[in-house]
């Protein structure tokens, strides 16, 4: 249930903080503000969650503690 409930708040930011937000011409371009919402969404965007990171710097941090590569 826990994972449904992060694709549901991925979408919904991307629907309600992107795509209502940024003129959207083409279907191309569409995909190219998808694909870069995405990076964004993992790499950039920072939660307080997560220690203030951004969640791929928190996996990476959990990562060092555990000992996993």
Known sequence: ?????VV?????????DWLQKVAQ???EH???DVAEYMKYYNLERLHSANNHQ??????NSLRKVSGWS
């Open 30 to 32: 569409m995909k190219n």
């Open 8 to 16: 549901e708040r991925f979408f919904g930011s991307l629907k309600h």
């Open 1 to 5: 249930m826990l994972g449904y409930a």
């Open 25 to 27: 011409p083409t279907r």
């Open 54 to 59: 951004s969640p791929v710097e928190y996996e």
